[in-house]
């Protein structure tokens, strides 16, 4: 899921995946990236929490297909 979002902000904004940070366990990373892993940590936990409800099967499909995203940008 993370690299599906960031994928998909840095082709519609160009220059936005290119300010680094050095993290001391990571090395060095994209701001962008340390932005959008909260929003995914949140998602996951929210579907983990609510997997048995009415809705839940959206949260799934959209984890389950991106899963495959990595796969088809290599192509």
């Not at 998602?43 to 899963?67: E, M, R």
């Amino acid at each position: 899921m993370h690299t599906c979002i960031v994928t998909l902000i840095v082709r519609i904004f160009r220059n936005c995946g290119q300010k680094m940070v050095n993290l001391p366990i990571f090395g060095e990373v994209s701001i962008l990236s340390v932005g959008v892993v909260p929003f995914c940590v949140a998602f996951a936990i929210f579907w983990a929490a609510n997997q048995n409800t009415s809705y839940a099967w959206i949260g799934q499909d959209v984890l389950v297909s991106d899963t495959g995203c990595p796969c088809i940008s290599l192509c």
